[in-house]
């Protein structure tokens, strides 16, 4: 008879299926597709990054200023 302490070591080493289940893409690793976005256009691609720093740095100043205004 096989005690439980030996099958909880057993169960315990043996090497789960699961991390090659949950990988569900794959990204070929060459130069230029190492980005989940495209930058093939420099002007497009930094006027995206403006408005996407602009914007996470202005949400707090949008809110204070939000919040004090709700308070006349």
């Not at 099958?7 to 080493?13: C, D, E, I, S």
């Not at 990988?23 to 690793?29: A, E, Y």
């Amino acid at each position: 008879m096989i005690s439980p302490v030996r099958t909880l070591a057993l169960r315990a080493v043996r090497p789960s299926p699961s991390p090659l289940l949950r990988r569900s893409m794959h990204i070929d690793n060459v130069v230029g597709n190492n980005t989940p976005f495209s930058y093939a256009n420099p002007k497009v691609f930094g006027a995206k990054i403006v408005v996407f720093c602009i914007t996470g740095f202005s949400i707090p100043f949008v809110a204070v200023k939000y919040q004090l205004s709700g308070k006349k």
